[in-house]
């Protein structure tokens, strides 16, 4: 077992978009995409914030994953959206 295994605990997402050739776009809090699908999107995550958009760069909605879940389209677009979190891409400076 290693370091990033122990003591994690994985949380289903099941999200079903309205058309079987819709785009599931999963991002991270920090703004990182992890996941691209078709019609449906089906992983394992660990609990934390993330955003769904329904086609790359279409409004984002969040998404509080602490739970096994299930959403689609309809339920998430009549929620509120977010801003999709803008990533930090910054090189870090080792001081030597």
Not at 43 to 72: Q, W
Request: aromatic share 10%; charged share 20%.
């Amino acid at each position: 077992m290693n370091e990033f295994s122990k003591n994690q605990t994985y949380i289903d997402l099941r999200i079903t978009a309205n058309s079987g050739a819709t785009e599931i776009w999963l991002g991270d809090d920090k703004g990182f995409f992890v996941q691209k699908e078709i019609g449906v999107l089906q992983t394992s995550l660990l609990p934390g914030d993330y955003v769904v958009e329904f086609g790359l760069g279409a409004p984002a909605y969040p998404i509080h994953l602490y739970k096994n879940s299930r959403y689609t389209q309809q339920e998430l677009e009549s929620g509120p959206s977010c801003k999709h979190p803008i990533p930090d891409i910054t090189p870090s400076r080792n001081k030597r």
